[in-house]
């Protein structure tokens, strides 16, 4: 008899709609039983009504019979398990919800995705606003620095038009006219004297001739003399074909005589803080991506490890790491205005960071946990720092703005903080490196291309051209004072060149894989092989590359 109701039941016809709750239409979850009329309505209607309700009755939505709510709340009304059970059974059910749930994820995400879209519209709009007004300020800046050029070479031209007015030139022409003015008044008293003696002839007898003959024969020999004097051979005008102008041919070979515009290349700030990491590693190869802009590089070198420090100028900061690629910690630079930083130099052993601000022209003196404690005021404008084996701070200086003043190499008193001696100002163009001091020599790189070498009091030496580096070409370098070498990288070929410091014999020659901002060489205590660092423009990356 079960098995025969058990049978009638499942084949009692079931419509999806019969399993809806009355009020809310959607599937009975957790159905509930009011206790007078027995109907069926959903928890979530039931404790809706009974919030709503201001007699502690719930109505019943279908016969309208009232039923008393309890002290527990609806959850009290007893619970439908077997309509409870129908719902679960409906074939398809488990689909729908899943469907529903991966519609649901899927809405979420589009509407994530629309409040990105808008996000970025804004930020494009207010990105655009930016360009435009940096873009007009650069114009000025370009207008205001050409003006200025403009100025310059007016001035520069005037002293040369004076400097030819003041040469021997225009006092020999001076000197001449001098004597033709003496010569002519010799001449005048001389023509006097003659006419007189011509009247003596004309007019006297000869006794009175015979008696003026010694007087006027004295006067006509003394005007003879005089005229005999002053009437000099002129065969030339002494210095007329020394006189040159020597023109400087290289500002027109300069391409960005004015200078250049560039631009870098910037990540969107998404998920910025985050801590760089270890790629690719081997024997000659060591890659570390990094999530910020690198802007210069310095290693410090203690007695019991070494370490690489970056600089990011926008940020304000520094960050150190060690030779395997690990990230050591971030120190943040508080008293420079953001994109003021260009350089800096450290040292672990001395607690101590140097960093350039060179648009205030100010040395800066920070400890390793970014206190500043001192900074100093610099009359030139600097573009590079180091520091030597003494611990003297060797700054190099670029073209100023203002007025165009000699490139030179400042080095100061380890101890005393002040200027120790500078050279350069006759030898250096346009330094475009870091000068380094080894083994009592002073290494400047030079236009880009070339390597001016000094003695340790800062007198030149030579200039060299390395064999290979195309002097048109954008090549930096660094000296390895552990390996007596020198690294040179033709940037546009991202190809290194290791000469001899010694000989500037070439070594050996390695393919990097993008184009260098710049590297320094790392002690080979630490490797078996010689390895340096190097950032690149364009790339987030730190690499330690082995060469030999």
Not at 2 to 12: D, N, T
Not at 362 to 385: A, M, P, T
Request: contains cysteine.
């Amino acid at each position: 008899m079960a098995a025969a109701q058990s049978s009638m039941f499942h084949k009692i016809p079931v419509h999806e709609d019969d399993l809806s709750c009355p009020v809310c239409y959607d599937e009975l979850d957790d159905p509930k039983s009011l206790p007078v009329c027995a109907h069926i309505i959903c928890k979530v209607c039931l404790e809706k009504m009974a919030a709503n309700s201001d007699d502690q009755f719930i109505e019943c939505p279908i016969c309208k019979m009232k039923s008393r709510i309890p002290e527990g709340g609806v959850n009290v009304f007893p619970t439908s398990h077997l309509m409870k059970r129908m719902v679960e059974t409906i074939p398809g059910r488990k689909e729908k919800l899943e469907l529903e749930k991966a519609l649901k994820d899927c809405e979420d995400k589009l509407n994530d995705g629309k409040a990105t879209v808008e996000s970025i519209d804004k930020l494009i709009v207010e990105a655009t606003k930016k360009h435009a007004k940096r873009a007009q300020e650069i114009k000025d800046e370009v207008s205001e620095h050409a003006r200025k050029l403009k100025r310059v070479i007016e001035e520069q031209k005037n002293r040369l038009l004076s400097e030819v007015d003041d040469t021997k030139w225009s006092f020999e022409i001076l000197r001449l006219k001098r004597r033709k003015q003496k010569l002519l008044e010799g001449i005048k008293q001389a023509e006097v004297c003659a006419k007189n003696v011509q009247e003596h002839l004309k007019n006297n007898s000869l006794k009175d001739i015979q008696e003026l003959k010694q007087v006027l024969v004295i006067d006509l020999q003394d005007h003879s003399r005089k005229i005999l004097e002053r009437n000099i051979s002129i065969e030339g005008i002494e210095g007329d074909d020394t006189l040159k102008f020597e023109k400087n041919m290289k500002m027109f070979a300069e391409r960005n005589l004015l200078g250049s515009v560039s631009k870098s290349v910037r990540k969107a700030n998404v998920n910025k803080v985050q801590k760089a990491e270890e790629g690719l590693k081997n024997d000659n190869f060591l890659t570390i991506n990094l999530t910020f802009e690198p802007l210069s590089i310095a290693i410090s070198k203690s007695h019991d490890r070494i370490n690489i420090g970056i600089l990011r100028s926008e940020e304000k900061k520094f960050d150190i790491f060690t030779i395997h690629g690990k990230h050591v910690k971030s120190i943040q630079l508080d008293s420079a205005p953001a994109n003021h930083l260009y350089d800096a130099y450290f040292s672990i052993e001395d607690d101590i960071i140097l960093v350039l601000d060179r648009i205030d022209k100010q040395l800066l003196n920070y400890s390793l946990d970014g206190h500043c404690r001192k900074s100093k005021r610099l009359d030139e404008n600097v573009k590079f720092i180091s520091l030597d084996e003494n611990n003297r701070i060797i700054l190099t200086t670029s073209q100023n703005e203002e007025a165009i003043k000699p490139c030179k190499v400042l080095v100061f008193h380890p101890d005393k903080d002040e200027l120790q001696f500078r050279f350069g100002e006759r030898n250096l163009e346009n330094p475009s490196g870091r000068a380094v001091y080894h083994k009592d020599i002073f290494y400047v790189p030079d236009n880009y291309s070339e390597l001016k070498i000094f003695d340790q009091k800062g007198k030149f030496i030579q200039c060299v051209l390395l064999n290979g580096i195309n002097p048109k070409d954008y090549n930096i370098f660094a000296i390895d004072v552990y390996e007596d070498s020198i690294i040179a990288c033709d940037c546009k070929k991202k190809l290194v060149k290791i000469f001899s410091i010694v000989e500037f014999s070439l070594i050996s020659t390695l393919q990097i894989p993008d184009a260098p901002w710049m590297f320094e060489a790392l002690p080979t205590t630490t490797f078996e092989k010689s390895r340096f660092a190097v950032i690149y423009d364009e790339v987030l990356r730190l690499d330690i590359i082995g060469y030999r």
